[in-house]
């Protein structure tokens, strides 16, 4: 069974960090992309990054490049968002999502979603 569990959000101020997971389970990472995309209230659903994990390539939104990472661990078979010089406005509910092999930028491209966690960039 196919399954994207995200955590580690929570209440951060504003300049702070947090890092995000996306657990895999029921499937290997590697060949797929993973995006991370992001919910506020009242808002349109936006990607935020995504990864495409059979060559490493990194994508952003430019309203969180330079601030944001992502990366993938194969042997825990998770993938992380780091975000950095946080700002009230990246509060949101983040999802994590596969798609094939390559990134796309529409969320009904990705087959499968997790459940999502709640990220407040708050003082």
């Known amino acids: 069974q196919v399954q994207l569990v995200e955590s580690g959000g929570g209440l951060a101020q504003p300049g702070g960090s947090l890092r995000l997971s996306c657990a895999a389970s029921?499937?290997?990472?590697?060949?797929?992309?993973i995006g991370w995309f992001r919910q506020a209230p009242g808002k349109e659903r936006e990607g935020v990054s995504c990864?495409?994990?059979?060559?490493?390539?990194?994508l952003f939104a430019h309203s969180v490049k330079g601030r944001f990472t992502i990366s993938v661990d194969d042997a825990k078979n998770t993938v992380y968002l780091q975000m950095n010089s946080l700002k009230p406005e990246d509060t949101a509910v983040y999802y994590c999502?596969?798609?094939?092999?390559?990134?796309?930028?529409?969320?009904?491209?990705?087959?499968?979603r997790g459940q999502g966690t709640q990220v407040t960039v708050s003082s």
């Open positions: 029921g499937f290997h990472l590697g060949g797929y992309a």
């Open positions: 990864i495409m994990t059979s060559d490493g390539t990194t």
């Open positions: 999502a596969r798609v094939g092999s390559v990134c796309r930028g529409a969320y009904g491209s990705y087959d499968y």
